[in-house]
């Protein structure tokens, strides 16, 4: 988690991040949205996949899934908006009833999310009775509340370790779920969800890339394929892979992921060559700075849960967010 200080102004936030015509244009903008935060005691949280404008220009409080819904249970402000996607507002909100959660695009969902219901979960729990719900944060507030405990991918192992139990039952990432029975001995039974994003990479693009950069490092996230997790270096969570990279600064990376994460830690990272193969969240990328703008001045949209949904939802994020990482 990077805090940022909230006077730096845009070019000083922007300096060799982005081309300086680019500063130019977007400065008046980000100016704006830095008088709205003020009026309305407002802290923007990006995910690490936000463009660089948002990451670098206007975020408060950067991080993974892990660290925005922590973040969201720490801050003072009265108003969150969420540079990320809709389970990630959502989160926000069920960890913090409270305030005011605002997402600049409802349209940013995410296909994980997508690929499973409450329902769903009522049926596995029927087939299954014993066994415990794990749930990937990707997931509508209905199936949080159906869940036993949530979990990140920066806390997936040790969350289903927390359970001490031999099995559970781990939705709706089939990858994450994978990579975590690799990690672990308690039996994992998984759904067929997968992110639209990560299960574009293929092994054999990798090993391309191997064969073509000597000594080039692989790290990965872990909602890629098992064939993409083989050729890795380090598999880790988007804020577990920054960190990596910041650690070793090693001569050449590719980080496996979303596409915007790479142009956010080269600009921390310059002495890496990044190798950027291109796989942008179509979600992630609804959100603009306009938008974020539009969000403040407006007030919109908010995200609000039903209360009842929330009481439950809100057990299952309390339970992961009290595991040790
Ligand atoms: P992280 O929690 O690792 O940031 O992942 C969220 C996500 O949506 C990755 O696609
Ligand atoms: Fe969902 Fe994949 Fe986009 Fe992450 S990258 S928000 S998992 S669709």
Redesign the pocket.
């Known amino acids: 988690m990077t805090v940022l200080t909230p006077s730096a102004g845009p070019a000083e936030r922007l300096k060799g991040i982005v081309p300086e015509a680019e500063i130019a244009a977007i400065g008046p903008l980000i100016e704006e949205i830095k008088a709205l935060k003020e009026d309305r005691n407002a802290v923007v949280l990006a995910?690490?996949?936000m463009t660089p404008d948002i990451f670098h220009g206007v975020a408060d409080l950067r991080g993974?899934?892990?660290a925005l819904a922590r973040m969201a249970t720490e801050t003072e402000a009265d108003v969150i908006v969420m540079a990320g996607?809709h389970f990630m507002a959502e989160t926000a909100k069920i960890a913090n009833e409270g305030k005011t959660v605002l997402i600049p695009d409802l349209r940013a969902g995410?296909s994980l999310a997508e690929s499973i219901t409450a329902a769903d979960i009522r049926l596995l729990r029927e087939r299954y009775p014993d066994t415990p719900v794990v749930t990937y944060?990707?997931t509508s507030a209905e199936v949080k509340a159906e869940s036993d405990i949530c979990c990140?991918?920066?806390n997936a192992v040790q969350v289903v370790e927390s359970l001490g139990v031999d099995r559970v039952l781990f939705l709706p990432d089939q990858y994450l779920g994978r990579w975590v029975a690799t990690q672990t001995d308690v039996e994992i039974i998984l759904w067929n969800g997968s992110?639209e994003?990560?299960e574009r990479f293929t092994g054999d693009e990798l090993r391309a890339y191997r064969s073509a950069n000597p000594g080039i490092r692989i790290i990965a996230?872990p909602?890629c394929p098992p064939d993409v997790l083989e050729e890795a270096d380090f598999v880790g969570?988007?804020?577990?892979m920054i960190g990596w990279v910041k650690d070793a600064r090693p001569r050449q990376v590719v980080m496996v992921?979303?596409c915007s994460m790479s142009d956010n830690v080269a600009a921390e990272v310059p002495e890496t060559d990044f190798v950027r193969p291109c796989n942008l969240?179509p979600h992630m990328k609804r959100i603009t700075l306009e938008g974020i703008r539009d969000a403040l001045r407006d007030l919109k949209h908010e995200v609000t849960v039903e209360p009842e949904v929330a009481a439950r939802a809100r057990v299952a994020v309390e339970r992961m967010l009290a595991v040790p990482v």
């Open positions: 995910h690490n996949y993974d899934s892990l996607v995410c944060v990707n990140t991918s920066g992110c994003v990560h996230h909602e969570s988007t804020s577990g992921t979303e969240c």
